[in-house]
């Protein structure tokens, strides 16, 4: 039988477990999943097939499994014990499974667990997620999001306007009938960048962080007996454009945003992020030359800040933690 996750939007159908929330993968029906040999669909709406997500211990030679045996537990092991390796980001493994949405399993007469206050299971954002789930389920479940809003983005030819259908057998794509072409899934390329410099007075390492207007105003505070909650303070990033490098994209929107240059570009890691459909491609460069000068547009704060002093970070999972927190850890820094 095949096994899924359950999606409404960007949240997904998770279990309250001792240690955190822990995603639920449903078994799906014969009914649900079964279509004969020649009109077998690489995709219906609302359902879609995801593949073996790798835990980073496969590509990074820094990363030393913590448990050997983590790799060979089945999921539903893992979903059953008490014990789930949430805390072992690095050596989990997310076998091959598939998505559905919570429309689909109700017009596919799917039995759904129940969802209500008390029952234990709930539909929990990805952004909440993402700060305890291993690597590789977090990107699994990002793949899930992107392929399920790609089906419902491209219903209708992009070019004649006619209704699409799917790809068969194993490609990846939704086909006009009229004038054939074919729509694959797309990745959206954008770059975020930790700047570093050694403070000009004390020689502190410091990194530099703004806030952008989609963080939110700081709020005020509804009685003098509470502080206002701090402002989130993150990395630059943009979109890669068309015709421009990865290198030249970094240089644009610093350049664009901060008003400053840089040296010393040098490529981290990347991360599959779903909102959109981005994969976001992390950077670190040094501080070369320059005032900054916010683009107002886009940002509302921008400076230098000692890593002994942060502001607010964005949280653990995402690739701007993992970048401020690579170059916090070199500085003897904890976060």
């Known amino acids: 039988m095949t096994s899924a996750f359950v999606f409404s939007d960007d949240t997904v159908l998770c279990r309250q477990r001792p240690n955190g929330w822990w995603p639920v993968q449903l078994e799906l029906p014969p009914s649900a999943t079964h279509l004969d040999e020649e009109t077998q669909l690489a995709y219906q709406v609302g359902h879609v097939t995801l593949l073996e997500s790798l835990a980073p211990r496969h590509w990074s030679p820094d990363i030393n499994p913590t448990s050997a045996s983590v790799d060979t537990l089945k999921y539903a092991d893992i979903l059953e014990s008490t014990h789930s390796p949430i805390d072992t980001p690095h050596t989990f493994t997310a076998q091959a499974a598939s998505a559905i949405t919570y429309d689909y ?41 992107q392929l399920l809003r790609w089906q419902t983005d491209t219903q209708f ?3 004649c306007a006619a209704p699409t259908i799917h790809a068969k057998r194993d490609e990846r794509a939704m086909v006009c009938p009229v004038c054939r072409l ?18 000009p007075q004390t020689g502190e390492m410091q990194i530099l962080l703004a ?14 007996l509470q502080s206002p909650q701090p402002l989130l303070y993150g990395l630059i990033a943009g979109f890669v454009e068309v015709g421009e490098s990865l290198e030249h994209a970094v240089v644009r929107e610093v350049a664009e945003e901060v008003n400053i240059s840089l040296s010393d570009i040098r490529y981290v890691s990347s991360q599959p992020w779903p909102f ?11 501080y070369a030359a320059g005032e900054i000068v916010i683009q ?23 690739i701007a933690y993992e970048l401020i927190a690579q170059i916090a850890n070199e500085q003897g820094i904890l976060l």
């Not at 074919?182 to 403070?199: D, E, K, L």
């Not at 806030?211 to 003098?224: C, D, E, S, V």
């Open 105 to 145: 399993a109700i017009a596919h007469h799917i039995a759904l667990p129940i969802i209500a206050e008390g029952s234990g299971n709930a539909f929990v954002p990805y952004r909440q997620l993402i700060t305890q789930l291993p690597v590789a389920l977090s990107d699994q479940l990002s793949q899930a999001i």
């Open 211 to 224: 806030h952008h207007h989609r963080y939110g105003q700081q709020k005020t505070a509804p009685h003098l």
């Open 296 to 318: 107002e547009d886009e940002l509302s704060h921008a400076d230098f800040f000692d890593l002994s002093n942060l502001p607010k970070i964005p949280s653990k999972g995402s």
């Open 276 to 286: 959109p459909s981005n994969l976001m491609l992390g950077f670190r460069a040094s």
């Open 182 to 199: 074919r729509q694959y899934p797309r990745v959206q390329p954008c770059v975020i960048t930790a700047i570093t410099r050694p403070n």
């Open 157 to 159: 030819c992009s070019r």
